[in-house]
Structures are given as C-alpha cells and as structure tokens.
C-alpha cells in the first residue's frame, strides 16, 4: 500500500547463475559493468516512479514496547504518530491490551482483571491503565481509522489476576478468583469465581500449557464462552461494535486450544493472528491449520537470529519456516515486546544486523510487522520506510532463492506482468561481494533501491548480469526506466 510517499525507484528479475568474483576478494565498487558482453542502453535510465506499482500490501505496526513511558500517556503519544505510519505504508496498528490490569497503572495488560475497564474506573489503585484513559484511547482509534488504519486489539484469553480471595472446593482451599463489583471488575461484566477457571466441574485442565494455573480460564464452560465472544455484549462483539476494533492479537495461545480462537473469529471476524511462542515451524503450521488464523513467524525470527547472530550463518535462512509453507498466515517480525525485554542474547537480533534482518521481512512473502523502537530509532526510521515503500510495491511474485552459502543470500521475487519485482542480496562479510545471476530482463540497466551501493550494472541480452553486495549490509535491486 502506497500512501503519500512516492519515491523513484526500479526492478529487476533474476535467476542464479555463476560466482564471478570470489569469496574473499573485496571488489570495487566503483565499477559499471555490462553483463553478458553487451553495451549500455543509449538512454539515461532513471528510477521507476514507484506510486505506479502500489501492489495493495501493507505492514503492522507494533504500537508498544515493554514497559512504555511515560505512564498515562501513551495513547496521546501515539495519536500524534499514526498519520505518519500510514503515510510510510503501515495499514494494521497493533496496541497493547487496553484493559486494566492487576498491577494497575503499571500493567502492560498481560494480567488482566476487567476486560471491559479501559481506564475510567477506580480500581487497582488507578483511574487510568497504563496507557491512558478510555476516551483517549477512543480518540486514538477513531484517528486511526481516519486514516484507514486497522486497529488490533491484544486479546489475553488464557488467564487472570487480580481477583477476590475465595474458597475453592475444587482445590480445597483458598484461591484468587473471585472477579465482582468490588473484587477487580469493577465493570461488572463478565463477574467470575472459582468454577470459570481449572479444576472445575468439567475437567481438571485443558490441554494448553498452564500459566497462573490457578486462574487458568476453562474454555469450555458455556458461560465463559458466552462472555467472551458470544452474547451480544461479549468482550469480542463489544471491542468490536462499541470501541472499533478490526483485529485481533491473541496472546499466549499455547495456553488454550485453537478451536478457542476458530470460534471467537467465526463469531466476529477481523484480522487474527496468534502468539505461538515456538521456533518449531510444524508446531506454528498445525495451529494455523486448526485455528484458521495467523501466526506470528517465531521460526523465522529464529533462523535469523541464528543467521545473523548466533552462528553467522546465512544458510539457516534456507532452513523451515512458516513463511515457506503458509505465506499468507505467517506475520513476521524483526522484535518485539518479549524478545527486547530481557538481556538473552539468543531472544535478540542484535542492532547492528536488524536492517538486515528487516531486509528479509520487507522483501520476503508473509505479512510483516515494525516494531515500534525500531521504528523510532533515528538512526533506522528513513532506512524502514524506504524499504516498507518496497515491500508495498515491488515486493511481489514467487520467492526463489539465487543463491546461499555461509556469508551471502541472493533471492528474487519475480514479479507479474506488469511488476518487474525485486533481488535481495544480503552481504555479512568484511568485503564488498558481487554475484553473477541471470535475469528475467535483458539489456535493462539495473540501480539498487536498497540505497546501499552505487553500482548500476546492466544485464545483457542473455540476461547476465554481476550484481553486488557492501560489506555487512544489503542490497535490492530492481530495473530502471
């Protein structure tokens, strides 16, 4: 999706052909070489006008961080940016969950006490969530939506926190379940006890992984069911018709079975996609395949951790991922909240490799996501919208992969009849690296939209053409008019 942005830029197609420089050598790159023993075009080329090739994608921008300052104000804080996000490309908003929390004030959401508390009653010792008011974050959505942005609502469905003390008979003893009027829900929609959480009068657990186990929500009693998505003031069908919301975020989705997120998407619709914290990519396909929604591609970010990071091994690019098998169900993702809240460096894609790794997502099938500090990072904002304006645009056709050893990663995607696509080449050496491949364009002079290299090449008539790579960085080449 092209906004307001229009920015020259030009594509090309290629196939994989034969080294022509070596693996250590560094080259110049300085150099315009004519592929195939042809000579240039008599003609100036010049960058496509790339608002000719909006090809109707679009990004998901994650709104939050962990831990977001300052408090109260973070709703205001994003009202002033999401003109510019659509502007750069972005049609999804992902906020983070919008009721109030038993940490308060200070909860990021993920402990959630009253679904239906969006900041405007006393309780856990706040008016306010962290985020804001209720009429803040209404304004926020009806600023979104002005500007045709989606607004994605981070539904936590597995467990609770916050409640009353209560005695439990089906643990004999006392545990925090009580959700009324005066114990944490002070809505006083969707009240709960002991008997909508496990154990219960109908199983002891469900089948998902526990978490708060003594607040592990039961799924299969009618009543939950009928407040989370069926009855006509339900949590699904009254974020959706009162507050706007167009999509959903589940988070934790290993807590519950996915037949939970079938029904809810059955009952409301909207854009879905699910947290399945797993690097397994059979795992991410089985639930899509049950739960007909999307899932965030953890596979993927873990090869490219693994890539660029852990083993500086380009080749675990070519390795299983959800993208590979459901392109349309797999969101992808550079970081977010969970991997940059902690130290792990095995959770993280390093910064100096995170335009790379943006690189892959933005040029890759599947449905990507900004994460907004990398978004707000001065020193990266200009190089992600660049290469959000070509996702959205030459970012099409089948993927096909050139070319890929340890050190170098060559893909194509090969257009349409009437989009000429794009070639990646990622580059992690010391040395400037070039790549010989055949094209699907002959006599075409070639320019670099990645804005990385100088190197214009031109492809001959047999559609050889030397392409090139800077050390440690990245380049996307495309055709010129």
């Known amino acids: 999706m092209i906004k307001k942005i229009i920015f020259g830029a030009a594509v090309s197609l290629m196939i994989f052909g034969t080294s022509c420089s070596s693996d250590s050598d560094p080259v110049d790159s300085?150099?315009?070489?004519?592929?195939?023993?042809?000579?240039?075009?008599?003609?100036?080329?010049?960058?496509?006008?790339l608002s000719k090739f909006d090809n109707g994608s679009g990004v998901m921008m994650q709104t939050f961080y962990w831990d977001v300052e300052p408090r109260h104000e973070w709703w205001k804080i994003l009202n002033d940016k999401v003109a510019g996000w659509a502007d750069a490309g972005v049609d999804r908003i992902w906020l983070p969950v919008v009721s109030k929390g038993q940490s308060g004030g200070y909860s990021m959401g993920y402990d959630p006490?009253?679904?239906?508390?969006?900041?405007?009653?006393?309780?856990?010792?706040?008016?306010?969530?962290?985020?804001?008011?209720?009429?803040?974050?209404?304004?926020?959505?009806?600023?979104?939506?002005?500007?045709?942005?989606?607004?994605?609502?981070?539904?936590?469905?597995?467990?609770?926190?916050?409640?009353?003390?209560?005695f439990n008979h089906f643990r004999n003893k006392n545990t925090y379940t009580l959700f009324d009027e005066t114990h944490g829900n002070a809505s006083g929609m969707f009240n709960r006890s002991y008997k909508d959480y496990h154990p219960n009068d109908i199983h002891e657990r469900d089948s998902g992984d526990l978490f708060y186990s003594e607040q592990d929500v039961c799924h299969d009693q009618e009543r939950v069911q009928e407040w989370f998505w069926k009855k006509d003031n339900s949590v699904a069908k009254y974020y959706k018709n009162v507050m706007g919301f167009d999509g959903w975020r589940f988070d934790y989705v290993k807590g519950f079975e996915p037949w939970v997120v079938k029904a809810w998407v059955d009952e409301v619709g909207g854009f879905a996609v699910g947290e399945n914290y797993?690097?397994?990519?059979?795992?991410?396909?089985?639930?899509?395949?049950?739960?007909?929604?999307?899932?965030?591609?953890?596979?993927?970010?873990?090869k490219m951790e693994e890539a660029f990071d852990r083993n500086n091994d380009l080749t675990y690019l070519g390795k299983d991922m959800l993208r590979k098998t459901y392109p349309d169900k797999a969101v992808t993702f550079v970081a977010n909240h969970d991997?940059?809240?902690?130290?792990?460096?095995?959770?993280?894609?390093?910064?100096?490799?995170?335009?790379?790794?943006?690189?892959?997502?933005?040029?890759?099938?599947?449905?990507?996501?900004?994460?907004y500090s990398d978004y707000e990072n001065a020193d990266f904002q200009e190089e992600i919208k660049n290469m959000i304006l070509l996702h959205n645009t030459l970012a099409v056709g089948d993927v096909e992969v050139l070319y890929n050893d340890n050190d170098e990663y060559i893909m194509k995607r090969a257009g349409n009849t009437t989009n000429p696509g794009l070639i990646l080449y990622?580059?992690?050496?010391?040395?400037?690296?070039?790549?010989?491949?055949?094209?699907?364009?002959?006599?075409?002079k070639?320019?670099?939209?990645?804005?990385?290299?100088?190197?214009?090449?031109?492809?001959?008539?047999?559609g050889v053409v030397s392409i090139e790579a800077p050390a440690n960085s990245y380049s996307i080449y495309s055709i010129m008019e």
């Open 113 to 166: 006490s009253d679904y239906f508390d969006f900041g405007e009653y006393f309780q856990q010792g706040t008016i306010p969530t962290r985020f804001g008011t209720r009429a803040e974050l209404e304004t926020l959505i009806a600023s979104a939506h002005s500007v045709d942005l989606e607004v994605i609502a981070d539904i936590v469905l597995n467990h609770n926190s916050g409640g009353g003390e209560e």
């Open 30 to 49: 300085t150099d315009d070489v004519v592929g195939g023993g042809e000579t240039p075009t008599p003609d100036i080329p010049k960058a496509l006008d």
């Open 278 to 302: 797993d690097g397994n990519s059979y795992v991410l396909e089985r639930w899509v395949e049950a739960s007909g929604a999307s899932a965030f591609d953890f596979a993927c970010f873990y």
């Open 426 to 444: 990622i580059n992690t050496s010391g040395n400037n690296k070039r790549r010989e491949v055949v094209t699907n364009w002959t006599s075409k």
């Open 446 to 462: 070639l320019m670099d939209y990645g804005n990385n290299s100088s190197y214009s090449p031109s492809t001959g008539a047999d």
């Open 339 to 371: 991997t940059e809240k902690d130290d792990n460096k095995d959770n993280r894609i390093d910064e100096s490799n995170k335009m790379k790794a943006y690189a892959y997502i933005l040029t890759h099938d599947g449905y990507p996501t900004i994460f």
